[in-house]
């Protein structure tokens, strides 16, 4: 079954600096989303990408993140300049189709820790 | 705005006897509802999805879960549970009044089964 992949699987970066989180959604989807995931609590809506564009994005969503669909395979994730709080579970998911009738099929993730 | 409510942290259930985890929601409009199951280290797992029409609905690995609406409620169940199904499940609810595609989850319940 296809599947979602994420790269790598655990980042470690100081403070400051910026990181790109990788992603290669199922080939034949068509929306591409960013959750995450602070150790112990909820999964959070970052953003979601349609059409080369982004859909909709939440509020922890700011400056410092976009969103980049490079190629036609790869999805990426850039925080320009990571803070503390950033260190978390970061999930990329993809959809055929709008997710009230497809589910979405999420990566591993990776797990971003900032030190 | 959307929410979803796991009442429960943990669930404790032994071997071979039925399981439930309650998930409550809340939107403005009509739901999508969605379970979701995480294994250690590893990403959000699909498992089964209400969208409209049969109030009981059934999925992976002999999970079903049942739409009420009255009672704004999409509790997961199994008749007889199996230690492999210990793992953090997830409650999601997508609203169809409002744009977008963004999934929001409950805070999880960790199933423990015990043999």
């Known amino acids: 079954e296809p599947e979602v992949t994420q790269t790598p699987s655990h980042q470690v970066t100081q403070m400051g600096q910026e990181v790109i989180l990788r992603c290669v959604p199922i080939s034949n989807h068509l929306y591409f989303y960013w959750y995450r995931q602070i150790l112990g609590q909820k999964v959070e809506f970052l953003v979601s990408?349609?059409?080369?564009?982004?859909?909709?994005k939440s509020e922890i969503f700011d400056d410092q993140f976009s969103v980049e669909r490079p190629d036609g395979s790869n999805f990426t994730l850039k925080i320009r300049s990571t803070k503390l709080e950033d260190s978390a579970m970061y999930f990329c998911?993809?959809?055929?189709?709008?997710?009230?009738?497809?589910?979405?099929?999420f990566g591993d993730g990776t797990r971003l820790s900032i030190l | 705005a959307q929410s979803v409510a796991q009442p429960e942290d943990q669930v404790n259930v032994a071997e071979g006897n039925p399981l439930t985890v309650k998930c409550t929601y809340s939107v403005s409009g009509n739901p999508y509802l969605f379970w979701y199951v995480q294994y250690p280290n590893r990403g959000l797992q699909f498992l089964l999805k209400y969208i409209t029409g049969d109030n009981l609905v059934k999925g992976s690995y002999g999970f079903e879960a049942e739409f009420n609406k009255s009672q704004t409620s999409f509790h997961l169940k199994k008749p007889s549970a199996l230690v492999s199904d210990s793992a953090l499940y997830f409650c999601?609810?997508?609203?169809?009044?409002?744009?977008?595609?963004?999934?929001?989850f409950g805070a999880g319940t960790i199933l423990r089964v015990k043999s």
């Open positions: 990408f349609y059409n080369n564009e982004i859909s909709e």
């Open positions: 999601a609810v997508r609203d169809k009044a409002e744009y977008g595609n963004k999934l929001v």
């Open positions: 998911a993809s959809s055929p189709g709008q997710s009230g009738v497809k589910p979405q099929h």
